[in-house]
T-cell receptor, first 114, second 111 residues
Framework: ETGVTQTPRHLVMGMTNKKSLKCEQHLGHNAMYWYKQSAKKPLELMFVYNFKEQTENNSVPSRFSPECPNSSHLFLHLHTLQPEDSALYLC?????????????FGSGTQLSVL | GQNIDQPTEMTATEGAIVQINCTYQTSGFNGLFWYQQHAGEAPTFLSYNVLDGLEEKGRFSSFLSRSKGYSYLLLKELQMKDSASYLCAVNPTGGYNKLIFGAGTRLAVHP
């Protein structure tokens, strides 16, 4: 248990569906992240929020829309996805911005787009 | 460009020692992390190196050479539960939000 909880664990959706991924952290951290993990590829940073403000958007297509209503919750809204978007989506949190601070990851949402 | 290389897969025997290498080319360097990820689970922190040398933590040790852009994770007295993927990640200069990850090394420990 890392203190970061993601739901759902698995999601299958069609290309015309709209769905949302949820992440919650109970660690009192101030920074939250979305990563994409595809098979045999490095983790790709998607979005970063610091103190609820988006500070990074790593050239992510607009069909992915993040939302951070407070420092404990993070959402990723999905619409009109493509089959190549199938991957494991990981949420992470970090206490602050010091370079030696580690990320705490959730177990991820395994997404399949049909 | 920024690049991190590590072997895709490794196998080892229970009770043995295994070394997982990681080489990196990044725009500056502010530390290197190793994470462990069991199948279907969250990556979890193992170690952090920012200065050259060896950091030992129980059965796991991590080494860094900044001049060579090289690190390794050493696992001793291997156990079956050590079967997992091991991710190397580098913090480039000014990039506290942008950890650069390698693709991970999948380690299989056999009896």
């Amino acid at each position: 248990e890392t203190g970061v909880t993601q739901t759902p664990r698995h999601l299958v959706m069609g290309m015309t569906n709209k769905k949302s991924l949820k992440c919650e952290q109970h660690l009192g951290h101030n920074a939250m992240y979305w990563y994409k993990q595809s098979a045999k590829k490095p983790l790709e940073l998607m979005f970063v929020y610091n103190f609820k403000e988006q500070t990074e958007n790593n050239s992510v297509p607009s069909r992915f829309s993040p939302e951070c209503p407070n420092s404990s919750h993070l959402f990723l809204h999905l619409h009109t996805l493509q089959p190549e978007d199938s991957a494991l989506y990981l949420c992470a949190s970090r206490e602050g911005t010091r370079t030696n601070e580690k990320l705490f990851f959730g177990s991820g949402t395994q997404l399949s787009v049909l | 460009g920024q690049n991190i290389d590590q072997p895709t897969e490794m196998t080892a025997t229970e009770g043995a020692i295994v070394q997982i290498n990681c080489t990196y080319q990044t725009s500056g360097f502010n530390g290197l992390f190793w994470y462990q990820q069991h199948a279907g689970e969250a990556p979890t922190f193992l170690s952090y190196n920012v200065l050259d040398g060896l950091e030992e933590k129980g059965r796991f040790s991590s080494f860094l050479s900044r001049s060579k852009g090289y690190s390794y994770l050493l696992l001793k007295e291997l156990q079956m539960k050590d079967s997992a993927s091991y991710l190397c990640a580098v913090n480039p200069t000014g990039g506290y939000n942008k950890l650069i990850f390698g693709a991970g090394t999948r380690l299989a420990v056999h009896p």
